[in-house]
């Protein structure tokens, strides 16, 4: 089971390679605005997040929050964010209500890692490498709302923040 994290994130990080061969991103669009501009992408976006999500929620739930003693309030976060997450790839960004849907489904879900490694910072039962990892990683999405939300600017480099701010939770749910 425990193994589940890293082959999903694998598979993430494979099938997300793909998709920027053969679909060029723009770094001032998000994963989904990029995946949005076309049919095509829209579906392989989906499907490969799909087949993520089915492995990664069976480490988390079965691995991870058991092992770490996480406990009921780290898996309901959890799963709050898995809907989010869920309806995200369900609605894509592409035009009218759907924007709108889209954003409020991947804002929770965007909130939900920052509060997962919150709860993962404060944690007694979190030592070591991984507590302060957890701890740096928790600061850093905090600093990166604080420039979404302040610095316009930042929003040139979408793409690369939230590839950032995904991939250091990824990261430290499998350290």
């Known amino acids: ?36 501009r076309k049919r095509s992408s829209v579906i392989y976006y989906g499907i490969s997040f799909g087949i993520f999500l089915f492995p990664f929620t069976a ?58 490694t919150g709860l993962m910072a404060l944690s007694p039962q979190i030592v070591g490498l991984r507590h302060w990892f957890s701890t740096i990683v928790f600061f850093w999405m905090a600093f990166s709302w604080g420039m979404f939300i302040f610095a316009k600017r930042t929003h040139r480099y979408s793409l690369a923040f939230q590839l950032l701010y995904s991939y250091l939770f990824l990261i430290l749910v499998i350290i």
Do not use: C, D
């Open 1 to 36: 089971m425990q193994y589940l994290g890293v082959i999903s994130i694998s598979w993430l990080t494979l099938s997300l390679a793909l998709m920027f061969l053969l679909w060029p991103p723009e770094m001032s669009k998000t994963l989904s605005q990029n995946a949005a």
């Open 59 to 116: 480490y988390m739930l079965g691995w991870l929050v058991p092992t770490l003693g996480l406990g009921s309030v780290f898996s309901s976060v959890y799963l709050l964010g898995l809907l989010g997450q869920t309806i995200a790839l369900i609605v894509p960004e592409t035009r009218g209500v759907k924007v709108s849907i889209h954003r409020a489904a991947a804002f929770a879900m965007t909130l939900s890692l920052m509060a997962l």
